[in-house]
T-cell receptor
């Protein structure tokens, strides 16, 4: 399967703990996006990378959130000191730098903070 | 930012065409219309996109009005597996050349046997 993959698929953590999610984009895609989705809502943009450069961060991305994309390949999203409000589906998408830039999504990581 | 308006829910009989409308009256001349769908508990799936002309692929057809203020996604022969939330999105440009997508609430399509 050469689609976008995310790991883990599910994560349950206690409030105050740190969590890290990984996203592996489609190999030839140089753009990578993180979105967050809560129940009944559409995805909300969090941040965006072009190669290894993080070019935009949403106001939703508080200081407790950090994302990296070393070497422009896989990306990690870390949440420090998790809060119950962080419970959501975290989605990763990638796109090719050309054409209409359609984004292809991974299956998501569902985070539950207890 | 261009926004979209979609009906919250629709029903369709299996084997019939599903026509999902979307209004995007503030769309700019260089903004594309994208359609994605999301089956329960899965990541969104790209369906189709268009700028001005009607488009067709193996999944669906996209009809964009001449004034580009609205569009319709057509699933020609809906199956039970097409039951999903369908999102109509207008891509937003900004100074960082970002291609982020601004999502609404979508239309929940139920295909009934």
């Amino acid at each position: 399967d050469t689609g976008v993959s995310q790991d883990p698929r599910h994560k349950i953590t206690k409030r105050g703990q740190n969590v890290t999610f990984r996203c592996d984009p489609i190999s030839e895609h140089n753009r990578l996006y993180w979105y967050r989705q809560t129940l009944g809502q559409g995805p909300e943009f969090l941040t965006y990378f072009q190669n290894e450069a993080q070019l935009e961060k949403s106001r939703l991305l508080s200081d407790r959130f950090s994302a990296e994309r070393p070497k422009g390949s896989f990306s990690t999203l870390e949440i420090q000191r998790t809060e119950q409000g962080d419970s959501a589906m975290y989605l990763c998408a990638s796109s090719f730098d050309g054409g209409a830039y359609e984004q292809y999504f991974g299956p998501g990581t569902r985070l539950t903070v207890t | 930012d261009a926004k979209t308006t979609q009906p919250p829910s629709m029903d369709c009989a299996e084997g019939r065409a599903a026509n999902l409308p979307c209004n995007h009256s503030t769309i700019s001349g260089n903004e594309y219309v994208y359609w994605y769908r999301q089956i329960h508990s899965q990541g969104p799936q790209y369906i189709i996109h268009g700028l001005k002309n009607n488009e067709t692929n193996e999944m669906a057809s996209l009809i964009i009005t001449e004034d580009r203020k609205s569009s319709t996604l057509i699933l020609p022969h809906a199956t039970l597996r097409d039951t999903a939330v369908y999102y109509c999105i207008v891509r937003v440009y900004n100074a960082g050349n970002n291609r982020k997508l601004i999502w609404g609430l979508g239309t929940s399509l139920a295909v009934n046997p």
